[in-house]
């Protein structure tokens, strides 16, 4: 059973930086990718990051780039998002998500339907 646990989540002030860490386990498959998704009070799940396990495939949302980073250590099966200048509007429950295999480009990345895993989520504010 795979297994995903978030955590970095916290309270910080506009303009700053936080990072979050999602701990993978009970999976030994050479194929996979994991997403990061967020969710704010009343508001659909987002999609924010995607990173497939070979880091061939690297995507974000159009609200973050250039503001948060997707990385991984594979090693430890943890995949990281370094998210900076963080604005009001990023504040949300942020989830990482486990998509089984992967597609080519990663299409389909966005759609919260491609996964089979989530964690429990992590809650960011970005609040002064």
């Known amino acids: 059973q795979v297994r995903l646990v978030e955590s970095g989540g916290g309270l910080v002030q506009p303009g700053g930086s936080l990072r979050l860490s999602c701990v993978g386990s009970?999976?030994?498959?050479?194929?996979?990718?994991i997403g990061w998704f967020r969710q704010a009070p009343g508001k659909e799940r987002e999609a924010v990051a995607y990173?497939?396990?070979?880091?061939?495939?690297?995507k974000y949302g159009d609200s973050v780039k250039g503001r948060f980073t997707i990385s991984q250590d594979k090693a430890k099966k943890t995949v990281y998002l370094q998210m900076g200048n963080l604005r009001s509007e990023d504040t949300a429950v942020y989830y990482c998500?486990?998509?089984?295999?992967?597609?080519?480009?990663?299409?389909?990345?966005?759609?919260?339907?491609?996964?089979?895993?989530w964690g429990q989520g992590t809650q960011v504010t970005v609040s002064s």
């Open positions: 990173i497939s396990n070979s880091d061939a495939i690297i």
């Open positions: 998500a486990f998509r089984t295999g992967d597609s080519p480009y990663g299409s389909g990345w966005y759609r919260q339907s491609e996964y089979d895993y």
């Open positions: 009970g999976f030994l498959l050479a194929h996979y990718a």
